[in-house]
């Protein structure tokens, strides 16, 4: 399988942080030009050297890490290389302060490079330790999952899990560079592809109804991973959340309509244990309860739940969770950060391609979404 080979490069303009996304079938094997352009030649950042810590899994170390590794060496790159288990339970001060270790083993300094090769969990990982060790030391993304693409890996949000809520612990720190090479997602599980696409939903649902309508038209070829869509869906994804992140990098309002679908999708994630379901599994389940909650306010109509809920089904994501874990999840989203003064807030659509940020303080408006994806036998529904 062959992509068109033409780069694609989507600006995150954030002044003195500003980087770009390069997005191009195959482009692993041009790391050490890309990082040499867009991460080694910054003004605001010369007599950077060329020592790389990278941090990966196992598994994509043998995939990826050993080739990319030698390309770098050869380009005049000292690369150390430090792998973490799978799996969200890495995302956690245990194996972050492993990573401290290593990297002054490693002789890791201000002027190093942290780079994170894999999904979104070495990235969160791997950005939250770059923002804190020494200060904060530069950090480029190379993300190898559909859901790291379009979503983990843009935006500079770094954090470590709490055993009470998904990302509790975290930082903002912009990556130097995004590179994203389509090409990765052929080496994925079908389910991981699947979980991916739950985030390019939201997407659309969250800003662009062509866009939602463009990945229910091509989903067949997306799953497939023709090269064509793949490409179009990274770059739209990315060009969304750019546009969002330059308007409101730390969220403070508008940057928190991207939690479409997350508040009860990482309560979800957080009950039912961390791996159970995928972050873009939960995210599903999350949608649909919030576009329900949506529509008990009167705030969008039963069709665009029913859209969703049909596209969700067609990608083959679940839309129901065991009803036995309704309790933890309700208590899980009181921890939600984007709560106000003991207050839950949601993002609710108010049709396809816009959403709002709403105040909830009925708790049994949040039950009966609840109840909307709460499945004894939990199925797909």
């Known amino acids: 399988m062959g992509g068109s080979f033409v780069p694609c490069e989507v600006p995150v303009n954030l002044g003195d942080r500003s980087y770009k996304i390069h997005i191009q079938w195959g482009s692993l094997s041009e790391a050490p030009t890309l990082l040499g352009r867009h991460a080694s030649a910054e003004p605001s950042h010369s007599g950077l050297g060329k020592h790389l810590f990278l941090v990966t899994h196992p598994g994509v170390q043998s995939l990826y890490g050993e080739g990319l590794q030698k390309v770098l060496s050869r380009e005049g790159y000292a690369v150390d290389t430090s792998t973490v288990p799978e799996g969200e339970s890495s995302k956690c001060l245990e194996v972050a302060s492993r990573l401290y270790d290593r990297m002054v083993e490693a002789g890791v300094k201000r002027d190093s490079v942290v780079v994170a ?104 070829d997306l799953l497939a991973l023709s090269p064509d869509p793949i490409e179009t869906i990274l770059r739209r994804s990315c060009e969304i959340k750019a546009w969002v992140v330059e308007r409101d990098e730390r969220e403070s309002d508008l940057r928190a309509l991207l939690n479409f679908g997350h508040t009860i999708g990482h309560a979800v994630e957080a009950v039912m244990g961390y791996g159970e379901m995928l972050h873009g599994e939960c995210v599903a389940v999350g949608m649909l309860a919030a576009t329900h909650m949506a529509t008990e306010c009167g705030l969008c109509p039963p069709e665009v739940g029913d859209r969703l809920r ?44 816009s959403v709002n940020l709403v105040e909830v303080t009925e708790e049994a408006l949040v039950a009966h979404a609840l109840d909307s994806i709460m499945n004894e036998a939990s199925g797909n529904g």
């Open 310 to 353: 049909r596209l969700l089904i067609r990608i083959g994501l679940p839309v129901t969770v065991p009803s036995q874990h309704t309790d933890g999840i309700l208590a899980a989203m009181k921890l939600d950060k984007k709560g106000r003064a003991g207050k839950m807030r949601f993002v609710l659509p108010e049709g396809i391609g």
């Open 117 to 220: 090769l894999g999904g979104g969990v070495v990235g969160d990982l791997a950005g939250f330790v770059a923002a804190t060790y020494m200060r904060g030391i530069r950090f480029v993304q190379i993300p190898t999952t559909l859901l790291s693409q379009v979503d983990a890996s843009v935006g500079g949000k770094v954090a470590l899990n709490h055993p009470s809520a998904k990302n509790l612990i975290g930082a903002f720190h912009q990556p130097s560079f995004v590179l994203i090479d389509p090409e990765t997602l052929t080496t994925l599980p079908d389910r991981e592809i699947r979980a991916g696409m739950a985030e390019v939903v939201k997407y659309g649902m969250i800003h662009d109804e062509s866009f939602l309508a463009y990945i229910e038209d091509n989903l067949d």
